[in-house]
Each structure stands twice: as C-alpha cells, then as structure tokens.
C-alpha cells in the first residue's frame, strides 16, 4: 500500500480554502456598518485566526471554530470498550475555539456551544453530561464562561449516533497594548509550545488508517496504550501561557495555534519570511505510531498533524529564554525550535532535521 | 390520514431541552472566571435569548444559533426547477442570530458563519456564491460586519450535497440603560411585528408535509407560488426596529423571537402573566396551506409555525400606539396583539379568536 495523504483521506483543502476566499470578499462588503457603531476593523486582520473589532478602549475579538470529526473516534471507543471520551470532546471543542483567539492577543470571555445531533435521543445518553462537564471545565481553564449555545436535531442532514460540535468565542485585548501584531522580523526565535497529542486535526487521516488495522482502534501503540485512547487526549489550551506574558509584558511577535496544514501554519504570517527549524523533539507516540501504520511519509505528517507543537510564538532573539520560562512557568514544555530568516522575497518552512520543505504555495489561506 | 404535529415529524424537544437544562448547570461553574475580566454576568440572564456579560459602561452580547433544517428545501428547489434559493438562506442565517440577540436590547456588532459539508465539493458549487452573497446582505442590514466564520467538511458526520449552517453574533449594548430586561406590568399591550412567513422554524414538519403532496413543493398554494418557493421566502431582520425603538427612547418591557415553540414562546420572560391575544391578523398564504395540507390542527399550528409574527414587544398600553408607529416608520408591519394580564400565579398564551390556551407547562425553556 502507498503512503496516504489527508487528501486520499477525502480531505480536500482546496474547494474549502475556495469557498473561504470567496466569503471573505463578500464580508468586505460588510464593514461600512461599523461605524455607526463607533468602531473600527483593524488594517489586516482579515485572513488572522480571530477577528477583531477596535473600541475605543479595546479591542473585541470573535472567533467561531469546529471540533471536526474526532468524535467519531469517541464514538467507535464507546462502543469497543464501553467507556466514554466525551469529557474530553469537550475539552477539545473549547480548546479549538480559545486555541485561535489568543492567537491576536485576545482573552476568551464568553464561550458558547453548537451541538447538532440527527436523532434527539443522543441528548438523552450518559456520555451527553460527561460532554457538558468538559465543555464547563475547558471554559473554567481558558478562564472564560460559558455563556450559551445551540443544540438543534436536524434530521436527514446529521448521521443518526453522532453528533457535531462547533462554537464560538467572544474576547478582549484590554489593554490595547497587549494585541499581538505581526512584527515579525530576521532573526526572531520560534518558540515551539508541547502539545498532548493530535489534539483536534488530521482526524479523518487517523480515522482511515484505524480502519486499515486489524485490531483498528485498540492496536497498542508505543507507550502501551491504545490507539484511540492516544488520539483521544484532551488538547492543551493555551490560554495561561497568553496570560502569563501579558502579566510580564513579553513582547510576542506573532503567534500561531497549529491545527489544519500542520507545520505549514508556521508561515501563517502575512510577511515573507522563511521559518527554518533546526530543533526537534521527539513527539508523543501517537504520532510515530500513525507515521509507521498509515504509511504516512514525514512531509505528509509534518503537512497535516501537529506533530507534538500545539501552539507557537515568535519574539526577538533575546527574550527567546524569557519566553521559555515564561511557558513553563504557565504549565506549558516549550522550546526553541529556529530562527525566522529574512531571505528576500522567499516564504518557506524548513525542517532542516528532517530535510522537509514547504514553499509559501503548499498553504494558501488568504 | 390523522392531523400531523412536529412531534411526529421527528422532531422532539423533550430531549433538547433537558440538555439545555444540563448544560446550564454546567455553564453555572464557569462563572467564577468573570471576575478577573472585571466583568459580571447579570441576575437572570441564563434561559434568555441572548447570553450577556456588563462590563463598566457598556453590555457585550452573544449569540450562538443555527439554521435548521431549512436549506434541505432550497436543495430540493434547485433540483427541481434549476433555480437557487442559497441568497435567502444565508439571510435566514444571519436573521435567526441577530433576531435573537436583539431580545435583550443589544445589537449586533460582528457575525460569524459557521458552514458544515459532508462533501468539500458543495463549496465548488454556483450555490456557494449565492450563500456568501444572502449572508454579506444580511449582516449589512442588520448593521453588523461579518467578522470570520469555519467552513469544516465532515465526512460520515454531514450527509454529503447539503450544508448545516449556523454562526454566531457578538452584540453590544450601549449605553447600558438600552438593556431590555423583564419588566413586564399587568395591562401592557402585546406588539406583534409581522414575519414574511415560515422564516427558519417548524421546517422539518414543512418537508414532512411535503412528502405527502403529490407534486411536492411544486403544488400551488392559495396565492399562485409553489409551496417550496413560499417555504424559502427570506426571514425578517428585525434589528431596525429595536434600534429605532433606542433612538426615541421607547420603553420596551420585554422582547421575543417567535422561533421553536410558536407562539408559546410569548411567555418566556420568567414572571407569572397570562398573554391574551384578542387581534389576529390573517396570516401568509403558506400558513393556510400548511394547515390544510398537513392536516396541521390550529393548537399544533400555532405551537409550531410563528404564523405571521415573527418578533414580539411588550410595552405599557400608553405606549403601543408609539411602538406601532416606530415598526411601521421602520419597515416592519405591526399591531397590538392583545394584553399582558397578571391573573394570581397563572402563566398561559390564550388566543381568544380561536379558542387556544396553552398552559406553562407547554413550554420548558429555564
């Protein structure tokens, strides 16, 4: 068998990235209303992980964000081993939600959940209050409330048994001083923040490759445990980390939450630069485990999984050990992972440990 | 055949509801954060229509909902007859958000769309356009910019060709005392504004209905259009009537979106009141229709469909004539419905003219 792709997975980021273009020409035909409010849109902001709107005290941030297919996964465990992962689906809900927030500097206030189920009788199974508990603990972690939802049957569009979770974030940057901006410029240190896992992306590639092994799901990986399990892990919110620099004024010069094009989100900056790693770690087992069984070949990985990096910042070259301790100190293993590198007009990612390349055309977001 | 009801129709809320009631008591433990925000959540709000947070000098709104099951029509329609309906849709969208954010006074600010597929190949669809275009038009009415939105595609959860959508809304009020709160006094007038016709409630039940037509949503109703082409006659965007209501101080005592539950949902402000409508006002044609056609008896009608109102207000008698004035001088056709009446503990919607009551215990939203 060849190696698989997320696009032989059925994941075409193409016709996606499409429609996305194409609704943000027309939300630009949007943004006259603003002003009767007395607000502003912020030069650039459009194609960031969160949008934001200028007060004149503050700024407001708004992101809406889905949980993708990794529920399936719960799903498929609950009915192998009987235990439910749904504490953990919620985490994950909120944490793709806040995760993209605090990419602008934003602090998550108010989450709200979309819950939509085919049959109303999910609403009605035990794993529906262990979902609801980590929902409530993920918003008590990002230090935001929960503060409503949805929770529509819509039958003959939702598969019966399953269930597709969404929400959406309001925040804040007060002061308007702690924004972050892209000020990224040579020479800057990418520090590279741990994540637990797969965390909420590349699902659909894992959910292919469990039904290519005989024991699917409950194939030991690794450390032992099973592979559903594994991809199971709650993801890290990264809020506390955003915090604690904010409380020592850290200067961050962008930062980046890696969910879809994996590592290609390194380059998400609208600037040209070229991203070279140099410093890798070893990423928790699931990932070498989905490398070895997909087959999945390194540049696909590194393309479409977070490969053990949850989350990454940029800050000049001197506050590159100041940004450490400031991660760890929030609970956070991060490390120096390379240098931005101003190389003309080129926008690349190098990882030159694994002699990977992704030029600016392999990630087309704007 | 026997007279249909949506609880037939696979539609139950039974369930829904008790996951609301479970997940509000999970969002209870994530109010502790509010304090380090500086910000208060105000008694009350929880079971509202709109989630909102004070902060020193303004009020900041959320709103997460969904479409429904609305668009399966429109997919039906282009099948059909070749012609697009997506442009309604996505104002249907957007009006289903911002219709209940402005409940508790607060208008919308910025809105998000969040667009699920089975398939990434609908968003290549001459469709798609359509959407993005009906969904720019109603963030510009509703004054609001469209700031963002996901755009997932979620094989085996979505069934492939249609598209769930929903969004969110962040709101503002400002200055705080545009808040609308329950105030609600026996003999206040009961202000009906009309809708346009189903707008995005009681759609499942539609399609039901029209399985059962011979010539499906091609059969002709009383004024000459198809049934599907009624069906997807665009929502009304009622925010230029709240905020003109703000712009000559008009005291509303309570506002609701006529969504899920019908005109049941006239009692959802927390007091004891009984609403007695004694003006009704003949209803679009499509009402008729469906009652007929279903059969769909009056009580089930009228706890289903909005049947021609689409947003109620609650103001002292001495106001009404005012409040009508300002609907009208804002687009909307309004008139007084009937009166607020504090009859001891008693909570009910009686509509004198056809004889229907419904108790309190006919809805169960806190």
């Known amino acids: ?25 027309a939300a630009a035909t949007t943004v006259g209303a603003l002003k ?31 949980l993708g297919t990794k529920n399936l996964i719960a799903d498929e465990m609950l009915r192998l081993t009987g235990k439910s992962y749904y504490s953990n689906i919620g985490i994950d809900t909120v944490a793709t939600i806040v995760n993209d927030l605090i990419t602008v500097g934003a602090l998550p206030i108010s989450v709200a959940m979309h819950a939509a189920v085919g049959d109303a009788a999910w609403f009605t199974d035990a794993v529906s209050a262990d979902l609801a508990n980590g929902f409530a603990a993920a918003c008590r972690q990002a230090g935001a409330v929960w503060g409503g939802g949805e929770t529509p049957a819509l039958r003959d569009m939702v598969n019966p048994g399953t269930i597709i979770l969404a929400g959406s974030a309001v925040g804040r940057i007060t002061p308007k001083s702690n924004r972050i901006t892209d000020r990224l410029q040579n020479g800057d240190a990418i520090i590279l923040l741990a994540s637990s896992g797969v965390h909420t992306n590349g699902l659909t590639l894992c959910r292919r490759i469990a039904q290519n092994l005989p024991n699917g799901y409950l194939t030991k990986i690794d450390d032992g445990r099973s592979f559903g399990e594994a991809l199971l892990d709650a993801s890290l919110i990264y809020v506390n980390f955003i915090t604690t620099a904010q409380r020592i004024n850290l200067p961050l010069h962008y930062a980046v939450h890696l969910t879809g094009h994996g590592w290609r989100k390194l380059m998400r900056a609208a600037g040209r630069f070229t991203y070279r790693l140099t410093e890798l770690r070893p990423p928790p087992p699931i990932f070498n485990f989905l490398i070895r069984s997909g087959p999945v070949d390194a540049r696909e990985a590194y393309a479409t999984f977070n490969m053990g990096v949850g989350f990454a910042v940029f800050v000049s070259a001197a506050d590159a050990e100041r940004c450490i301790g400031c991660a760890k100190s929030a609970g956070y293993d991060a490390w120096v992972g390379g240098t931005v590198i101003k190389d003309g007009n080129r926008k690349a990612v190098e990882i030159i440990p694994l002699g990977l390349t992704y030029e600016a055309d392999t990630l087309n977001l704007r």
């Open 36 to 66: 009767s409010h007395g607000l502003t849109e912020p030069a650039g902001i459009r194609g960031e992980s969160a949008y934001i709107l200028e007060t004149p005290d503050s700024y407001l941030a708004h992101v809406e964000e889905g």
């Open 1 to 25: 068998m060849g190696a698989m792709s997320y696009q032989s997975a059925g994941v075409d980021y193409e016709p996606l990235d499409a429609f996305k273009r194409l609704c943000q020409s």
